[in-house]
T-cell receptor, first 117, second 111 residues
Framework: GAVVSQHPSWVICKSGTSVKIECRSL??????MFWYRQFPKQSLMLMAT?????????EQGVEKDKFLINHASLTLSTLTVTSAHPEDSSFYIC?????????????FGPGTRLTVT | DAKTTQPTSMDCAEGRAANLPCNHS???????VYWYRQIHSQGPQYIIH???NNETNEMASLIITEDRKSSTLILPHATLRDTAVYYC????????????FGKGTTLSVSS
């Protein structure tokens, strides 16, 4: 089946530093990838939609200069949290839709737990 | 996308069937019903989806009412590993659009 990986699975960083999270589709090409954020005991919130080779589309209220998204290839999208602060601590999850195949398919990564101290 | 309503939580005994309801009274004719689940601290997992006919796969069955205003996800023999948050999502099957998650139903399976 289609597999999406994320790296790292968890990261701790100091306030003011930046951290990059990678999302890879391992056995399929993904024109579109999505980034979600999930706070404790809450549902997933869509942050942005990332299309290969073009700028990401951010949801209302998500700062594009703080959450930098790059989708440089059909198998890799990265999310960089710049100048992280404790309130950015969250569970970040990516998902990907295969380039070929059903448009109904969306596969999720295992998530990255970010803790900012 | 159509709004969905799910109970906040449900309990189920191990080995019994778990029936999770979802109301989507404003669903449009071209919108599908999707079910995903999220086990604690993991990414969501696809379970099943359907348009108007009942569907079954190795994980679950999906029963959609004739007027399509509600549906039920059935886990025929729940196990402890089925304890998770279950999300019912209604959306058109359009490429490049994200799944939008509501609050879901927390299913607790106990022995």
């Amino acid at each position: 089946g289609a597999v999406v990986s994320q790296h790292p699975s968890w990261v701790i960083c100091k306030s003011g530093t930046s951290v990059k999270i990678e999302c890879r589709s391992l056995d399929f090409q993904a024109t579109t990838m999505f980034w979600y954020r999930q706070f404790p005991k809450q549902s997933l919130m869509l942050m942005a939609t990332s299309n290969e080779g073009s700028k990401a589309t951010y949801e209302q209220g998500v700062e594009k200069d703080k959450f930098l998204i790059n989708h440089a290839s059909l198998t890799l999208s990265t999310l960089t949290v710049t100048s992280a602060h404790p309130e950015d601590s969250s569970f970040y999850i990516c998902s990907a839709t295969p380039t070929s195949g059903s448009p109904y398919e969306q596969y999720f990564g295992p998530g990255t737990r970010l803790t900012v101290t | 996308d159509a709004k969905t309503t799910q109970p906040t939580s449900m309990d189920c005994a191990e080995g019994r069937a778990a029936n999770l309801p979802c109301n989507h009274s404003t669903i449009s004719g071209n919108e599908y019903v999707y079910w995903y689940r999220q086990i604690h601290s993991q990414g969501p997992q696809y379970i099943i989806h359907g348009l108007k006919n009942n569907e079954t796969n190795e994980m679950a069955s999906l029963i959609i009412t004739e007027d399509r205003k509600s549906s039920t996800l059935i886990l025929p023999h729940a196990t402890l590993r089925d304890t998770a948050v279950y999300y019912c999502i209604v959306r058109v099957g359009q490429a490049g659009t994200a799944l939008i998650f509501g609050k879901g139903t927390t299913l607790s399976v106990s022995s």
